[in-house]
Nanobody, 116 residues
Framework: QAQLQESGGGLVQPGGSLTLSCVVS?????????MGWYRQAPGKERELVAHFTSGGGRDYTDSVKGRFTISRDTLTNTLYLLMNSLKPEDTGVYFC?????????WGQGTQVTVSW
């Protein structure tokens, strides 16, 4: 059983919206865990897009600020990435990530394509 199971990717037109979901195993869904979203475009390195800070806030890479929102539901152990005003340069494979207890966990990746 995968520790992280993500879904929600697909094809969307520029300006559209998508919400990615990541169901996290209860055992590692902790207030002490690092939780975030990464993405990787073809030929580029994987980059951190959004994450919860140690102080309980949220942080985003500059290119998505004002457009993306990271959230989580403690009742369902689900991590979300809400993406609005999507641009072609947002295209890539998105991965949820959890780091807890000295271990790193990755979702399987979900493809997001922003194109006409």
């Amino acid at each position: 059983q995968a520790q992280l199971q993500e879904s929600g990717g697909g094809l969307v037109q520029p300006g559209g919206s998508l919400t990615l979901s990541c169901v996290v195993s209860q055992s590692i869904f902790s207030r002490h865990a690092f939780m975030g979203w990464y993405r990787q475009a073809p030929g580029k390195e994987r980059e951190l897009v959004a994450h919860f800070t140690s102080g309980g806030g949220r942080d985003y890479t500059d290119s998505v600020k004002g457009r993306f929102t990271i959230s989580r539901d403690t009742l369902t152990n689900t991590l979300y990435l809400l993406m609005n005003s999507l641009k072609p340069e947002d295209t890539g494979v998105y991965f949820c990530n959890v780091q807890h207890g000295g271990s790193v966990y990755w979702g399987q990746g979900t493809q997001v394509t922003v194109s006409w």
